[in-house]
């Protein structure tokens, strides 16, 4: 790959966590800030970045649009969407599609809960394998080889004191997902959140999916969730079958 055409991917993905100045494009890129600038001006012109009110860089609109169209292309996402909306509807949690994509999880689907407050889950980024229960659940029906590819992605970062921080923590949590055929997230990143999450199969019978339906924990903890698992496996079933799989979710 070029080296202007991976700083500058780099970039894209910098300033789209949090608006950056200047200085920290350049201190991240390793360059000098005049070549920094010249590239930060290149992506504000096609519209991948922009200035926000104070001087500091930040996703542009267009990326966000590109963003958009590429969701619309995923047809997980599009078949799935009406059965999130209804888990979402009928019981005011919020509700989530992971999709495998390479080594990494991500979010290709969310819809809020009734509660106002904020997730930091959003449609695009990656979920944290250990401590996100749909990152969890399609790692856990992974085989042996993919699985330990996406766990030597993990850095097993603390988040709260429920947070898995060493392999073979997470490797236990992974092999009783599997076993039992959900996986939880009971606090592990953000100590107010907890989650149930069931695999979603594809036509070749292999877990590309997952959903999750994640609730304030004093709203619902994860006792009164798991009493929704058959509704959540139920509806998990029917995505599998939209895509093609003709057996059970366990």
Not at 204 to 213: L, Q, Y
Not at 222 to 236: G, I, K, P, Q, V
Request: a neutral charge; proline letters at 2%; hydrophobic letters at 40%.
């Amino acid at each position: 790959m070029s080296q202007t055409v991976a700083r500058a991917i780099d970039i894209i993905g910098f300033v789209s966590r949090t608006p950056r100045s200047l200085t920290e494009v350049a201190e991240r890129t390793g360059v000098h800030k005049s070549t920094a600038l010249r590239l930060l001006q290149t992506l504000e012109e096609a519209g991948f970045v922009r200035k926000d009110a104070s001087g500091r860089y930040a996703m542009g609109f267009q990326l966000i649009a590109y963003g958009q169209l590429a969701l619309d292309q995923v047809e997980a996402r599009s078949l799935a969407h009406p059965v999130l909306q209804e888990l979402a509807d009928r019981h005011g949690h919020t509700v989530h599609l992971g999709e495998l994509v390479g080594d990494r999880v991500v979010y290709i689907d969310k819809i809020d809960g009734k509660g106002s407050v904020a997730m930091g889950s959003r449609i695009g980024l990656q979920a944290q394998t250990h401590t996100a229960g749909v990152a969890k659940v399609i790692t856990a029906f992974q085989d042996p080889a993919t699985q330990e590819r996406i766990l030597g992605h993990v850095t097993f970062e603390r988040f709260t004191d429920a947070t898995h921080t060493d392999r073979e923590a997470l490797a236990e949590d992974l092999r009783r997902t599997r076993s039992r055929g959900w996986a939880e997230d009971e606090g592990e990143h953000e100590a107010y959140i907890n989650c149930v999450a069931v695999p979603v199969f594809d036509a070749r019978g292999k877990v590309t999916h997952g959903i999750s339906v994640t609730a304030l924990a004093a709203v619902a903890p994860l006792t009164e969730l798991r009493t929704h698992l058959d509704e959540f496996r139920s509806a998990a079933q029917r995505i599998s079958t939209k895509l093609g799989w003709k057996g059970n979710t366990p």
